[in-house]
């Protein structure tokens, strides 16, 4: 297959925030996951676990959604505050119908944005919090003079306020954030938006809620009647193996399974697409970006693991499912400012598990640690005849150029040339491949699949060619 990159064409910015995380109140993800309180043997800094988050920063998290997903629009911020011994306990009801003690609320937050080095993407309670309770947290957080909830922040330790860049009005407010239809939300998201108030020079961008998967209704619902209040419309896509109550399982699975996952996956494409044509006919300028807060695989749980909880292996397809998507987001930068997969710690398309003082890295973590490059980088346009099962992404930051392609083929190797428009020097590749279609880490053997150098790559003059094994997903850098 042969490539062609226009490298000189200027392209649309990939948003670093492309590459962003989700980490709600659910299962093992906070508590045991991120945080550990610290009174913990696990060596943590202000309860936050050292090894969850050196791990996170080594991937350059640029931002951080919280505190849900279903868990927002059940979650009242003021229970979450002051002396933890005097913190209310409550039962989550969404997920495991656990009591949990409330120690990670929003002083904690900031504390784990703060050493990640990333923003802060708070989402707001809409389904079951009133509008002054939305906007008391919004002055708790962001307001640097004196006023009430300025003073309470003050007087629970945090002199300076903190500074949040993104905040979503709601989650899936068509279904568990308060089955709404289109028309109501959208009139309760103009009241809501109005009350967060700009108490700094640093405007927060406002995100509403938008549909789930193809409800193109919605989409257009929303733009036409809320669009000029937000910032951003969220988008929610999982990829699954077939009917919704039927998932497929994380490993031990057959190919039709392998196929069923990534076509679903694929389909990324064509939603972002057809959504973006909505958005178009109302925001031709492409102001609001399309926020995918919530992407990933969706399998059935571990065996003997809570239901609620959501806890999945992570094996080489999900592998495949990161680098698909990731690759879609890029090649529609126009459009699509920030992702976050669900989620971050041992729930979901995790990037990291954790049971008691281990820790290991999956497959998608890196994926994520491959694809480094193109946070804030130039996009790239190719053109050629691509085969069906590769992906591929290119782009520029200064002079170096960065090629992330996957192989999504169970069996076969694909053959590739790319050519550039100017000479290439110094071309390095990396690879994370399998033999398996479920190979994957486990705390007994955490590096069965990582990342290694590639070199079955070649070049000549402005040509590169590569044969890509089947099942692998593969980092080239190289300078033009």
Not at 333 to 345: E, F, G, I, K, S
Request: charged share 25%.
């Amino acid at each position: 297959m042969a490539i062609n990159v226009l490298s000189s064409k200027k392209g649309t910015i990939i948003s670093k925030y492309i590459y962003g995380h989700f980490s709600e109140h659910l299962g093992r993800c906070i508590y045991e996951g991120i945080y550990v309180g610290d009174d913990s043997d696990i060596p943590n800094v202000n309860g936050m676990r050292t090894d969850v988050v050196e791990a996170l920063k080594k991937i350059k998290i640029p931002v951080l959604r919280w505190p849900g997903g279903c868990f927002a629009d059940e979650y009242h911020w003021k229970d979450g505050i002051g002396k933890k011994s005097e913190r209310k306990k409550i039962v989550n009801t969404h997920w495991g119908g656990v009591t949990e003690n409330n120690h990670f609320g929003t002083h904690e937050f900031f504390e784990l944005v703060k050493q990640l080095e990333c923003e802060a993407y708070v989402n707001g309670n809409v389904g079951s919090g009133t509008v002054q309770e939305m906007q008391e947290w919004v002055e708790y957080i962001t307001m640097a003079g004196e006023s009430p909830m300025a003073n309470l922040r003050k007087d629970n330790g945090q002199e300076e306020p903190w500074k949040m860049r993104f905040f979503g009005v709601g989650n899936e407010s068509w279904g568990c954030g308060g089955n709404m239809r289109p028309e109501y939300y959208s009139d309760l998201y103009r009241q809501y938006q109005t009350y967060v108030r700009q108490y700094s020079s640093e405007k927060i961008y406002k995100i509403a809620c938008g549909p789930n998967v193809d409800d193109y209704n919605w989409m257009d619902v929303l733009m036409k009647n809320a669009s000029p209040w937000f910032d951003g419309i969220s988008l929610h896509h999982y990829a699954l193996t077939g009917e919704w109550l039927n998932k497929g399982t994380a490993t031990g699975f057959p190919k039709e399974e392998w196929w069923s996952l990534i076509k679903s996956a694929n389909r990324m494409d064509e939603l972002i697409r057809k959504h973006s044509i909505i958005m178009d006919k109302y925001d031709p300028e492409k102001r609001i970006g399309l926020i995918v807060d919530e992407w990933g695989s969706w399998l059935a749980v571990e065996p003997g693991s809570n239901p609620g909880f959501l806890y999945q292996q992570n094996t080489i397809r999900d592998a495949m499912v990161a680098a698909i998507t990731l690759n879609i987001f890029n090649n529609h930068a126009d459009r699509v400012y920030m992702a976050n997969l669900a989620q971050t710690v041992n729930v979901l398309q995790s990037v990291i598990l954790t049971e008691g003082h281990s820790m290991i890295k999956t497959p998608t973590y890196h994926v994520f640690d491959l694809y480094q490059n193109h946070q804030d980088a130039e996009l790239i346009e190719y053109y050629g005849e691509i085969p069906e099962n590769i992906s591929l992404s290119i782009s520029k930051k200064e002079n170096k150029i960065t090629i992330t392609i996957c192989n999504y083929n169970i069996e076969n190797v694909e053959n590739v040339s790319i050519d550039f428009e100017t000479n290439v020097n110094n071309v390095k590749g990396r690879i994370l491949a399998a033999e398996a279609m479920d190979a994957h880490n486990t705390f007994e053997k955490p590096n069965e699949v990582d990342v290694k150098e590639f070199t079955d790559i070649s070049t000549n003059e402005s040509e590169v060619e590569m044969a890509l094994p089947p099942m692998s997903v593969i980092a080239v850098e190289l300078d033009v």
